[in-house]
């Protein structure tokens, strides 16, 4: 199984780019890295999906090295309302059925 | 929009009784999934289902039970609560067969209380 690793907690300021990095060094072929935010008392929240390269949305950008053990979330000019919960997952069924989520990056935005 | 809706968002039970969480979605999605989470453990898979009566064990799965009967709804059911199951219940839901990846949408969570 994917096992993920992300730093428990990030500071940053108003304005600037954060990014946070996810280990996973046991990912599967098949295995796709997708990010979620959450809010207090809210359920977690789609950001992006990627497989490898780079994916960019509306929100944020996905970087993937060629061999995926690692993949960054990157949030460009950060304000106040992106302070949450950041999780990183790996997985989406295939042969192991079973989906992991990191233990969450908690960013705080500061102004 | 996907909607993912939990029947409650605080429920306060006492040991021993049977629970049953409800979870709904409105956009047709094969898969549901029921997590629970607690502060520094992050989110865990307890039961996901991905077709209609069919179910397969996630993480976490002892002291749990689940229905799926339709598509639209998936139940957990604590079959004899106990107090450390204590804790944020979250209902998700996905699009497409047993291997796609397609992101997950969840629910607001059930904070369930047992005395």
């Known amino acids: 199984l994917a096992k993920t690793t992300q730093p428990i907690s990030m500071d940053s300021y108003e304005g600037q780019e954060v990014n946070i990095t996810c280990s996973h060094n046991n990912i599967a072929t098949n295995d796709y890295i997708t990010w979620y935010q959450q809010f207090p008392s809210q359920g977690p929240r789609f950001i992006i999906q990627?497989?490898?390269t780079k994916v960019t949305n509306e929100v944020a950008s996905l970087f993937i090295p060629a061999d995926r053990k690692s993949s960054t979330l990157s949030l460009p000019r950060v304000s106040l309302s992106d302070t949450a919960v950041y999780y990183c997952l790996v997985g989406g069924f295939g042969n192991t059925g079973k989906l992991i989520f990191g233990q969450g990056t908690t960013l705080q935005v500061k102004p | 929009d996907v909607k993912v809706t939990q029947s409650s968002r605080y429920l306060v039970k006492r040991t021993g009784e049977k629970v049953f969480l409800e979870c709904v979605q409105d956009m047709d999605h094969e898969n549901m999934f029921w997590y629970r989470q607690d502060p520094g453990l992050g989110l865990r898979l307890i039961y996901f289902s991905y077709d209609v009566k069919m179910k397969e064990k996630g993480d976490i799965p002892e002291g749990y039970s689940v229905s799926r009967e339709k598509k639209e709804r998936f139940s957990l059911i604590l079959e004899s609560a106990s107090t450390n199951q204590t804790s944020m219940y979250l209902c998700?839901?996905?699009?497409?067969?047993?291997?796609?990846?397609?992101?997950?949408?969840f629910g607001d969570g059930t904070r369930l209380s047992i005395l």
């Open positions: 990627g497989y490898k």
């Open positions: 998700a839901s996905s699009l497409g067969l047993r291997g796609s990846n397609q992101p997950q949408h």
